[in-house]
């Protein structure tokens, strides 16, 4: 197996609000190879973001760490100082493309002079010395360098996203969040960039965690799958153990699959998973997909099922899979 | 009559030559010495849509699709062309016929939240399109109406949600809610412009099945317009595939799909992801170049030509129209037979 590059271990992020403490990250433990791309899929509202977001070190408000470790390339980087943080962790060794990133593009300053704000936050240089590595990372994801004069809005929404995906690189991270990077643009444009993402992370050496609620998407770019639920991971399991002809082994992952269209094999109906995902400031006892799932039996109403290894290289975390 | 063309009245909608062209706002400055490029949005598109089906839009972003759809709507007006709705020429209305019109023909947003009032409880919601079109005089006489509507979607009990706000749904209940609320009308045509892209892919299938349900229990007709070509295939009869301003094939959602003739059609399939393992480490071969051109400067000749692997210089001069292969599927591509 190769170098670990990143480790989670029970970790634990909850967001305080006035309702009570939203569970969204709930006793997760990983890790990320040298090279690999980890994918993380689930609902809307199952811990995605939140996950990318704590791996930063940065929860959004109201969140806060409430357990575990996070460790980078070895550093245990929750007790480490927000100074140090800053000059060697967040976008120096791990960098992340937020989710809605591209929209979000200061509309009034070109995306030249919001790349180099982003540079000279962590390296203070002058717009000369900053211009050539601006084309440089231009270059990288497929930009002519005019682009550096352009605003946002003359540009499409798939070259907007490879102006954020060459700041995320910008500061040479060896481990990239990717939160829902094609999830707003069109199937071409998609494609485009997943092609791009897979040659940068060659290129680079890079390590991924790529975040969508797309299964289909998944199979074709990620090494290994993360399945979330409710703030817990259900399943993590190579690519072949769930898009292979054996199937996923979670109950829920296995609907999820079921709900994915597949463009060349045309079902009567697609399968939903019918309900929503629990509330985090009380999640149900016992396994918390329970409410939900087709297989449930009285063990599942009252004991957690705990994520263990079912056969070499795949967790899952339900007691029909023990 | 041949058993390809469709007879008159099975046609709900007819669509001919209709165009949509925009001309930019440019402030002073930017005007001067420059003319003034026309966007051809929508550019002479022409189909019908037959009664009791699914009919689905595709096309890249910036195709066309939501213009054609406001069209439809009629909340722009065509540059150029025709449209027949129930055999009666729709192109131009006046007031009353307007509002007659847009009781006939109800449009579903990408983004139902913003086009619903959240001081309006579930109730209230369905009743403002009734109390819009006069149907009934005070709640009472229109409980039975919002009643069937919410049951339709299934949006069950009823008791329980009516008095809920539209935040206190989840997305996929308030894409119900918004389809009970168009549904109340008892139209004839609904246009969804991106219903469920936005929303994650259990709640997409969910509100796909509803939709579908809904659609054969009252007999509706769909315009569904979308870039998700594998929705497209399970929820859709037949599929227009859109490009820059213009159709560029159509058929029966199976034959298109699998079947396809037009080289742009074929670039839509090659780049959809399938749920399948084996392809994380291939960088996949797209049959199209680059990224769609601007409408303000449609290329000349067949307008895919500058994306096209098959272009050859007869692309770049000849028009290609649409051209009928048999079985209602037609393509508009000069070289569809040898490729
Ligand atoms: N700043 C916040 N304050 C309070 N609750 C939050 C905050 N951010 C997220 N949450 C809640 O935490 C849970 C997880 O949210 P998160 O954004 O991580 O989900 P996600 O899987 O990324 O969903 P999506 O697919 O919709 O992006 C949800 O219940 C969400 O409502
Ligand atoms: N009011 C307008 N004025 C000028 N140009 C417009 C206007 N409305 C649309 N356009 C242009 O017309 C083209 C087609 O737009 P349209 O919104 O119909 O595309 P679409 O196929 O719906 O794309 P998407 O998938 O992104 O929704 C685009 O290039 C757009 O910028
Ligand atoms: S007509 Fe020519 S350019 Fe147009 S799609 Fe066909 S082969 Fe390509
Ligand atoms: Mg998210
Ligand atoms: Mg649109």
Redesign the interface.
């Known amino acids: 197996m190769s170098e670990k590059v990143l480790e989670v271990k029970n970790l634990k992020m909850y967001y305080h609000t006035s309702k009570g403490a939203v569970r969204a990250i709930d006793d997760i433990s990983f890790s990320l190879f040298k090279g690999e791309?980890l994918g993380v899929v689930g609902?809307?509202g199952c811990g995605k973001t939140s996950m990318g977001t704590s791996l930063l070190r940065m929860p959004t408000v109201p969140g806060k760490f409430e357990g575990g470790e996070i460790l980078i390339q070895g550093k245990s980087i929750i007790p480490m100082a927000e100074r140090d943080v800053r000059k060697d962790i967040r976008w120096q060794t791990i960098s992340m493309v937020f989710q809605g990133a591209m929209n979000c593009l200061t509309p009034v300053y070109t995306v030249g002079r919001q790349m180099y704000e982003t540079l000279y936050e962590h390296k203070p240089m002058s717009k000369k010395e900053a211009q050539p590595i601006i084309e440089e990372y231009l270059g990288h994801v497929g930009l002519p360098p005019e682009v550096a004069k352009r605003y946002p809005h003359e540009l499409?929404?798939?070259?907007k996203q490879r102006v954020v995906i060459a700041t995320a690189l910008f500061l040479k991270p060896s481990i990239v969040i990717l939160d829902e990077p094609t999830?707003a643009?069109?199937?071409?444009?998609?494609?485009?960039i997943?092609?791009l993402l897979?040659?940068l992370k060659q290129e680079f050496g890079l390590s991924f965690i790529f975040i969508t609620?797309?299964?289909?998407?998944e199979?074709?770019?990620?090494?290994r799958i993360c399945v979330m639920y409710a703030g817990k991971i259900v399943e993590l399991c190579e690519?072949?153990q769930?898009?292979?002809p054996q199937g996923p082994a979670h109950p829920y992952t296995e609907?999820?699959?079921l709900?994915?269209?597949?463009?060349?094999k045309?079902?009567e109906?697609?399968?939903?998973?019918?309900g929503?995902p629990p509330d985090l400031v009380n999640p149900p006892q016992g396994c918390r997909f329970a409410p939900r799932c087709h297989k449930v039996f009285d063990r599942c109403l009252v004991e957690e099922p705990p994520l263990r290894e079912i056969e070499p290289g795949h967790m899952a975390a339900c007691w029909r899979c023990f | 009559m041949s058993t390809t063309t469709v007879q008159e009245n099975d046609v709900i909608l007819r669509v001919e030559g209709l165009k949509k062209h925009f001309v930019p706002h440019l402030s002073l400055v930017e005007s001067l010495g420059k003319p003034k490029k026309i966007i051809k949005a929508v550019d002479g598109i022409t189909f019908d849509i037959r009664r009791g089906e699914i009919f689905a839009l595709i096309g890249e972003s910036g195709s066309g699709k939501t213009t054609t759809g406001k069209l439809i709507m009629k909340l722009i007006d065509a540059t150029d062309g025709r449209m027949v709705l129930d055999g009666e020429d729709v192109t131009t209305l006046d007031k009353p016929k307007l509002e007659e019109y847009r009781k006939k023909v109800q449009m579903i947003f990408q983004d139902p939240y913003a086009s619903m009032n959240p001081r309006f409880k579930v109730r209230k919601v369905l009743e403002e399109p009734l109390s819009i079109h006069r149907i009934g005089t005070g709640y009472k006489d229109r409980e039975p109406l919002i009643r069937e509507a919410l049951e339709s979607v299934k949006l069950t009990p009823i008791e329980e949600f009516i008095e809920r706000y539209p935040h206190m749904l989840s997305g996929g209940q308030r894409q119900r809610l918004a389809t009970a609320r168009t549904l109340i009308l008892k139209p004839k045509l609904l246009v969804a412009d991106e219903p469920v892209s936005m929303i994650d892919l259990s709640t997409r299938a969910e509100i796909l099945a509803m939709m579908k349900d809904v659609q054969q229990s009252m007999g509706l007709t769909y315009l569904y317009i979308t870039h998700d070509l594998s929705t497209a295939r399970y929820f859709a009869d037949r599929i227009a595939v859109m490009y820059l301003g213009r159709i560029v094939e159509i058929g029966p959602s199976d034959e298109v799909i699998d079947n396809p003739l037009h080289p742009y059609t074929k670039a839509l399939i090659a780049a959809v992801p399938e749920p399948e393992t084996g392809k994380v480490s291939v960088i996949k071969d797209l049959p199209i170049f680059g990224e769609i051109p601007s409408p303000a400067n449609i290329p000349p000749g067949c307008r895919f030509h500058t994306r096209c692997p098959y272009a050859k210089d007869s692309c770049k001069e000849q028009v290609p129209e649409l051209v009928d292969v048999g079985g209602g599927h037609l393509h508009a591509c000069l070289r569809a037979h040898e490729i």
């Open positions: 791309t609902e809307s499409s929404g798939g070259m999830t643009l069109d199937v071409v444009v998609q494609a485009q997943i092609n897979k040659r609620h797309d299964l289909a998407l199979s074709e770019v990620s090494d690519n072949a769930v898009f292979g609907k999820l699959l709900a994915t269209p597949r463009l060349h045309k079902v109906s697609l399968a939903f998973i019918p929503a």
